[in-house]
T-cell receptor, first 116, second 110 residues
Framework: DTGVSQDPRHKITKRGQNVTFRCDPI?????LYWYRQTLGQGPEFLTY????????KSRLLSDRFSAERPKGSFSTLEIQRTEQGDSAMYLC??????????????FGSGTRLTVV | LAKTTQPISMDSYEGQEVNITCSHN???????ITWYQQFPSQGPRFIIQ???TKVTNEVASLFIPADRKSSTLSLPRVSLSDTAVYYC???????????FGTGTRLQVFP
């Protein structure tokens, strides 16, 4: 297992379209996180899963956003009716539960979304 | 989680030592200090973590004074490849999520 994989790396979509991103975490990691990062800002927490359970959602995650992790392995993040303000880098990270979080967090390279 | 304050940007030249200071006046007793590095178009990467005094690894050193209200990330003899954004995070070991600030953008010149 080489790390956290995200697909696609880049996505350009028209305003109003739906998009879905996929994250494959490190296989033995049972925690999975989604972050959003805009230019010049640090990553902002969106939501996280422990196995298949979604344990926390940020207020940033409007009702147009939905995340799933159906079998506790890969996760998807869907944005419905995209808006230009959704343009950002969407980062996924995973960590093993119970481990020192500072050492255990591994981020993917992200999916860069551009809404035109 | 304790709020952190760090310089927005720093410039350096290759071969110099770079020290980035982070203020965290409201750090709690069980909080640790963690630094991440982020290159353009990549996710953040863990650099170093400490609780008090000094921690050193193959990449950096972390200096934490006795009052723990600040910390300094030290990068020895930087190279062009150290150009990145560096984030200081403070939180408990078992915190469910990492909270990032805006970080310090380090630019290394030849």
């Amino acid at each position: 297992d080489t790390g956290v994989s995200q697909d696609p790396r880049h996505k350009i979509t028209k305003r109003g379209q739906n998009v879905t991103f996929r994250c494959d975490p490190i296989s033995e990691h049972n925690r999975l996180y989604w972050y959003r990062q805009t230019l010049g800002q640090g990553p902002e927490f969106l939501t996280y899963f422990q196995n298949e359970a979604q344990l926390e959602k940020s207020r940033l995650l409007s009702d147009r956003f939905s995340a799933e992790r159906p079998k506790g392995s890969f996760s998807t993040l869907e944005i419905q009716r995209t808006e230009q303000g959704d343009s950002a880098m969407y980062l996924c990270a995973s960590s093993p539960w119970g481990m020192d979080r500072g050492l255990g967090y591994t981020f993917g390279s992200g999916t860069r979304l551009t809404v035109v | 989680l304790a709020k952190t304050t760090q310089p927005i940007s720093m410039d350096s030249y290759e071969g110099q030592e770079v020290n980035i200071t982070c203020s965290h006046n409201n750090i709690a007793t069980n909080d640790y200090i963690t630094w991440y590095q982020q290159f353009p178009s990549q996710g953040p990467r863990f650099i170093i973590q400490g609780y008090k005094t000094k921690v050193t690894n193959e990449v950096a050193s972390l200096f934490i004074p006795a009052d723990r209200k600040s910390s300094t990330l030290s990068l020895p003899r930087v190279s062009l490849s150290d150009t990145a954004v560096y984030y200081c995070l403070v939180g408990a070991h078992n915190t469910d999520k990492l909270i990032f600030g805006t970080g310090t953008r380090l630019q290394v010149f030849p």
